[in-house]
């Protein structure tokens, strides 16, 4: 009898895509997630190209398919810790973290309010700080506090157990181990930015005002640690001089081969957001080669309008002045073979897309190309990538992608 439920192992947009696509159709779906929300790097981004608008309303439409299909099981502040079995009957090992807040947490707020201990904050990639008990962001599913217990002090503090007006507060919660039976498996765990701190010719994550694509993001968002003012994180002063450094780590044999796809564009994005909030502010962009592909070559062309400066060429150095804390930039200009050592306030590097996989695998015997993305292997039936962590891409391509693995996974209860 084919076993009709699907484990699905990431909840951003691709393992949210994967698990409602599969209960609608009638599986039962477990759907694991290591944070304490849904969404993934998407709810992340300020505003997805070309059309620039916000992703909370494709992410709430989903969420909302959750909610009402009593098929669709969510589990957060989890990880897959071992995998056994074959196609059709996998047992499934998942240790599960606690949130030290209850089921019935009305997201008040009130746990925060009197809680003492601060935390950086992850979401905003340690920009700003939040406390202890905290909301990840304002449209988190679910819509749960949680408890860092790596910063809160326990029941020596215990105020936010007094606020709680609804007893969700349990400072004695232990982590849990679950163990489930399903007939196939989409692995849908993302992406992570390419680490600064590996790209030693650009700092190393030392040049304070040099930072990652995924962290302007943040800056821009209205829900961001500057309330979407875009600013150097070194001083809050307004960046009127921004440089955009394309494949920062990716296209590069001594970090990752692969090209991400959609870094030129983010970038390009990031462009209308310096311009719409700084319109005489100069941008430079040093580029290999711009790829914006198909239908986004029209949205290439509407960003030059903004009279930018373009440099063919990859710095060989981005170091900080002392004094200022302005970025340096030294670069070759390939067009006209001039050397270039130009400063900036502000430098944002175009950080490729590195798999989840990269530095955690998939528990199961498992195939992955030379940057660790996850490969479809005769070797492990049943066990599906879909998403970035199959292949860079973006959202899209990866909604895309996570319909094709809910294919293959059906295909798989089937057959065993």
Request: net charge neutral; charged share 20%; aromatic share 8%.
């Amino acid at each position: 009898m084919a076993n009709k439920s699907i484990l699905v192992v990431g909840g951003g947009i691709s393992g949210i895509t994967a698990a409602v696509e599969a209960a609608e159709v009638g599986y039962e779906v477990f759907l694991v997630e290591k944070n304490s929300y849904l969404g993934g790097k998407v709810a992340q981004i300020n505003e997805y190209f070309p059309k620039l608008c916000p992703p909370n309303c494709g992410l709430e439409i989903n969420f909302q398919r959750i909610k009402k299909n009593p098929k669709i099981r969510v589990i957060t502040l989890a990880e897959v810790e071992n995998i056994s079995g074959q196609e059709g009957n996998f047992d499934v090992t998942i240790k599960i973290k606690p949130r030290y807040v209850a089921d019935n947490c009305t997201g008040c707020g009130k746990c925060a309010e009197v809680c003492p201990v601060e935390r950086a904050n992850d979401f905003n990639f340690g920009l700003d700080k939040t406390k202890a008990a905290y909301l990840a962001h304002p449209f988190a599913f679910p819509m749960k506090y949680v408890i860092d217990d790596t910063a809160c002090t326990g029941a020596s503090c215990g105020k936010c157990v007094e606020a709680c007006e609804v007893k969700a507060i349990d400072l004695g919660m232990k982590a849990k181990t679950m163990n489930l039976n399903v007939g196939a498996i989409i692995w849908a765990t993302g992406w992570d930015s390419y680490p600064i701190e590996k790209l030693s010719n650009y700092g190393s994550g030392t040049v304070t005002n040099a930072i990652s694509n995924i962290m302007m993001e943040r800056l821009a968002a209205l829900t961001g640690p500057t309330n979407g003012k875009i600013v150097r994180p070194s001083d809050g002063k307004e960046p009127k001089n921004i440089a955009f450094v394309q494949c920062a780590g990716s296209r590069d044999e001594n970090h990752q081969k692969a090209c991400s796809s959609v870094c030129c564009m983010a970038s390009l994005k990031q462009i209308t957001y310096v311009k719409k909030q700084y319109p005489d502010a100069k941008v430079t962009i040093y580029y290999m080669d711009i790829r914006a592909m198909g239908k986004y070559e029209d949205f290439y062309n509407k960003v030059q309008e903004y009279d930018i400066t373009m440099i063919k060429g990859k710095p060989s150095e981005i170091k900080e002045d002392p004094e200022t804390k302005d970025v340096i930039v030294l670069a070759e200009n390939q067009l006209t073979q001039e050397i270039t050592e130009l400063k900036y306030d502000m430098v944002v590097l175009a950080t490729g897309m590195a798999p989840a996989t990269a530095t955690a695998q998939v528990p199961a015997a498992a195939a992955y190309d030379v940057d660790g993305f996850l490969v479809n292997s005769p070797e492990a039936p049943g066990i599906y990538g879909a998403g970035c962590v199959a292949k860079p891409g973006d959202v899209a391509s990866s909604v895309q992608s996570a319909t094709g693995a809910v294919i293959k996974a059906i295909q798989s209860t089937v057959r065993g």
